[in-house]
């Protein structure tokens, strides 16, 4: 037996007896943190208390999946995120330092003889979380063409001014601005951002659903405009697998491919695979183009092209994109995707491409 196929082995029987025993290892975990810190427990309201057992539970679940594909980077950077989030909450970088400690320890525990695996991907958690450089950055940045507008955009969206959002993105229509354009250098960094603005607590959940809820409203009143272009006979599902809730990026991607002439059914968010593949049929689609913006939903799209692969949707081309397959760029290939794409334009590219 080769070498490969036993260190397959060995990362499987790891990432399930992790998901085996999730609740067990949680508990544990849970424990020792506060062993370790015992003044959480009078500092700590109840739902502190299990808002700290459900983000172990999360790091558990993403340090699962990072095993399960091999991949040190997806983990790494699912921390630096973890990170940004709870630091700008005011959890101490102490406190979360042990936290991964902890599970260190309760995983080598668990594991005795796979330890060296584990402790790659928590080491480098322990190293990124005790690095204390900022990541100051903007999405909206001096590389757009129309960094004002999307400055002034931002503005107006978070601060629940619709009507101004509308109009401004009309007068850049009547100046002859391309909506692409509109697209990539204003609705796209502009989502961005506003996640990036949630990550660091800079504004709140409602702010971010409304903001997200305008740019949806302002998109669909430019269709008259996206839905004129002659067809050219191709066919594209959009979707996003179960579970899956960020759709704005593959609604855009919908959108992109419409006004190249493509006929395009978006499915929305969290979409059931037997409704895809139903849909995939039905509409004799040349491409299904898939998001994941999440790594734990990985595996779902990679569990969809294994069923689609079953069906007479077998030959469907299918495009997939989102964060964790910016993360690993052949993460595609390791789930059996036909490409993947970083962006709207070069999904267009992609598509020619595969049809060819």
């Not at 983990?75 to 902890?102: A, D, H, P, Q």
């Amino acid at each position: 037996m080769s070498s490969k196929v036993t260190d397959r082995k060995v990362y499987s029987s790891i990432v399930r007896n992790i998901s085996q025993d999730i609740e067990k290892l949680s508990k544990k975990i849970y424990k020792r943190i506060f062993d370790k810190l015992p003044h959480l427990n009078s500092q700590y309201s109840n739902t502190d208390k299990r808002r700290s057992y459900e983000d172990i539970q999360y790091h558990l679940n993403y340090l699962s999946h990072s095993i399960h594909y091999t991949q040190e980077a997806l983990f790494n950077e699912y921390i630096r995120w973890t990170k940004s989030l709870l630091l700008s909450r005011n959890l101490s970088r102490k406190s979360l330092v042990i936290t991964f400690e902890s599970m260190k320890e309760i995983l080598e525990e668990k594991f005795p003889t796979e330890k060296k695996i584990v402790n790659l991907y928590l080491d480098n958690a322990i190293s990124i979380i005790k690095d204390e450089k900022r990541r100051d950055f903007s999405y909206i940045n001096d590389t757009n063409d129309h960094k004002e507008v999307a400055l002034k955009y931002l503005d107006y969206v978070l601060n629940g001014k619709k009507r101004e959002a509308d109009t401004l993105i009309r007068n850049l229509i009547s100046q002859d601005i391309d909506i692409k354009d509109i697209y990539i250098d204003i609705f796209q960094p502009v989502q961005q951002e506003i996640g990036r603005l949630w990550e660091t607590n800079q504004i709140n959940v409602a702010q971010e659903h409304y903001s997200t809820a305008v740019t949806q409203l302002i998109i669909s009143r430019l269709y008259d405009k996206i839905f004129s272009s002659e067809k050219i006979g191709n066919t594209l599902i959009a979707t996003c697998i179960g579970g899956e809730l960020h759709e704005l990026g593959i609604r855009m991607i919908a959108d992109f491919f419409e006004m190249e002439g493509w006929d395009t059914y978006y499915l929305g968010a969290n979409t059931p695979i037997d409704s895809i593949i139903s849909s995939i049929i039905n509409n004799n689609a040349d491409l299904l183009a898939v998001s994941a913006t999440i790594m734990i939903h990985v595996s779902t799209v990679e569990e969809m092209i294994i069923q689609i692969r079953k069906t007479e949707a077998k030959n469907v081309k299918i495009m997939v994109g989102g964060y964790p397959f910016n993360i690993v760029p052949n993460l595609w290939e390791i789930i059996g995707a036909d490409a993947f794409a970083t962006d709207a334009q070069s999904a267009i590219k992609t598509a020619s491409k595969l049809l060819r």
